[in-house]
């Protein structure tokens, strides 16, 4: 059964239904970003121990922006931000606009579109050879790791 309206009709649930998604990982993100800013934990101090001193973050929406002002406020060294939007500008944060050009210098890249997560890390992998973790692993890790 073939019928063109009921896969118009799927297709549409399953928009919806990955709109939800975004929405549910995009809340527990920010609670995440909250929890980080608004606690003490020494970010520079706990990465260091995990040997990683430059990062960068993939993704410079709104919580891409949110995760770097953090970052750049706990004093941790983030070197550029990648995000596909050939028009965005980041005041103080360099911004690279096509994945071949991202370089091995970061010990970590952080990748906050979620649910789009395992697609941009094959995407990256091709360029991009050290760790690459989702933003709310990166935000947790970081939780966990200040409770010792």
Known sequence: MNDPEIEFISDKVREKDDLLKKQELTISNLRNLIDLLFCEYDIDLILKKQSISKLSIYGMG???????????????????????????????????????????????????????????????????????????????????MSSF
């Open 62 to 144: 709104d919580l891409g922006i949110k995760l770097y002002e953090i970052l750049k406020k706990k004093q941790v060294s983030v070197l550029y931000g990648v995000d596909k939007n050939p028009e965005l500008y980041i005041s103080g944060i360099k911004i690279l606009h096509r994945i071949e050009d991202v370089t091995n210098e970061p010990d970590i890249m952080i990748v906050t579109p979620e649910l789009y997560y395992e697609g941009i890390k094959k995407e990256l992998s091709r360029y991009y050879f050290n760790p690459i973790v989702r933003m709310s692993e990166f935000v947790n890790e970081i939780i966990l």
